[in-house]
């Protein structure tokens, strides 16, 4: 089946820690993109990425690092340096930078143990 | 910079009656697509509807329907027939039709339930 797969449902993060967030999609889309949504509202852009080996910060890049290595794979990392991790992690794709609808995967919940 | 807008933070509706969400955006562009996403409880966002800002024609998909008013910038979603399963969030969203690396900008939604 094509889609977009996103790995663990749930994830646990110990203080002090760096875990990585799996994304991948089979429907050779361009672009790909992180959100973070907190409780009660609305998605924040973390990173995006059009092309292979280039990626940009979105509105909340602070304390998360991403690679675009392959055109299937988007991961992010969520690093020690952001204070806050606890959300709900939702990975997008398009099929032509700008201009194309969004598909989600399902989606990553981070809690901080 | 864009905003999105949902000033109902919860809506209800009985099954198979008419429910219309409010959005409302604010942009100085004259190009970009405003989206309707469904976040039911496993949330996934699932897209609804979609309407390109040059075109005057509302966009339809089934019994989801769209009111677009450019002038007042404002984009409300029609649910006809109301079902059980359309029970869930409901997020607005806006896309610039320029470069901006396709980001969404969501409202923060309107959390639709479904009496029997």
């Known amino acids: 089946d094509g889609g977009i797969t996103q790995s663990p449902k749930y994830l646990f993060r110990k203080e002090g820690q760096n875990v990585t967030l799996s994304c991948e999609q089979n429907l050779n889309h361009d672009a790909m993109y992180w959100y973070r949504q907190d409780p009660g509202q609305g998605l924040r852009l973390i990173y995006y990425?059009?092309?292979?080996?280039?990626?940009q910060k979105g509105d909340i890049a602070e304390g998360y690092s991403v690679s675009r290595e392959k055109k299937e794979s988007f991961p992010l990392t969520v690093t020690s340096a952001q204070k806050n991790p606890t959300a709900f992690y939702l990975c997008a794709s398009s099929l032509k930078r700008g201009r194309e609808t969004q598909y989600f995967g399902p989606g990553t919940r981070l809690l901080v143990l | 910079a864009q905003t999105v807008t949902q000033s109902q933070p919860e809506m209800s509706v009985q099954e198979a009656e008419t429910v219309t969400l409010s959005c409302t955006y604010d942009?100085?562009?004259?190009?970009?697509?405003l989206f309707w996403y469904k976040q039911p409880p496993s949330r996934q966002m699932i897209l609804v509807i979609r309407q390109e800002a040059y075109k005057q024609q509302n966009a339809t998909e089934n019994r989801f329907s769209v009111n677009f008013q450019k002038a007042a910038k404002s984009f409300s979603l029609k649910i006809s027939d109301s079902q059980l399963g359309d029970a869930a969030m409901y997020f607005c969203?806006?896309?610039?039709?320029?470069?901006?690396?396709?980001?969404?900008?969501f409202g923060q939604g309107t959390e639709l339930s479904v009496k029997p």
């Open positions: 942009t100085s562009e004259s190009d970009y697509y």
């Open positions: 990425s059009q092309i292979v080996n280039d990626f």
């Open positions: 969203a806006y896309r610039s039709a320029y470069n901006q690396g396709g980001k969404l900008i």
